[in-house]
Nanobody, 127 residues
Framework: QVQLVESGGGLVQAGDSLRLSCAVSGRTFSTYAVGWFRQAPGKEREFVATISWSGTNTYYADSVRGRFTISRDNAKNTVYLQMNSLKPEDTAVYYC????????????????????WGQGTQVTVSS
């Protein structure tokens, strides 16, 4: 069984930075692709960023590219999402998700491709 726990959310002002963490338990974390998704009130869940289990490939939504950076530390079973230059429209609950049996450099952008989900962490950006 794989469990994911997000942390690092909070209330910040526009232009500030936050770093979200996703701690993953499970014996085969290093072979999981991990993605970040977010959901704002009244909106559908949307893709934010993903990283291959090799760590060599990343991909971002257009809305966050250049501001957010995803990374992973397989020794610590943790994936990070560094969020800079935050905007009010980044306000949402952020979820990390894990995909088992991922390809070495595989990138997965659809939430339906992920097997495991965290409980989410709230990010609120005030203007």
């Amino acid at each position: 069984q794989v469990q994911l726990v997000e942390s690092g959310g909070g209330l910040v002002q526009a232009g500030d930075s936050l770093r979200l963490s996703c701690a993953v338990s499970g014996r085969t974390f290093s072979t999981y692709a991990v993605g970040w998704f977010r959901q704002a009130p009244g909106k559908e869940r949307e893709f934010v960023a993903t990283i291959s289990w090799s760590g060599t490939n990343t991909y971002y939504a257009d809305s966050v590219r250049g501001r957010f950076t995803i990374s992973r530390d397989n020794a610590k079973n943790t994936v990070y999402l560094q969020m800079n230059s935050l905007k009010p429209e980044d306000t949402a609950v952020y979820y990390c998700a894990g995909k088992g049996d991922a390809n070495y450099g595989g990138i997965y952008v659809s939430w339906t491709q992920y097997n495991y989900w965290g409980q989410g962490t709230q990010v609120t950006v005030s203007s």
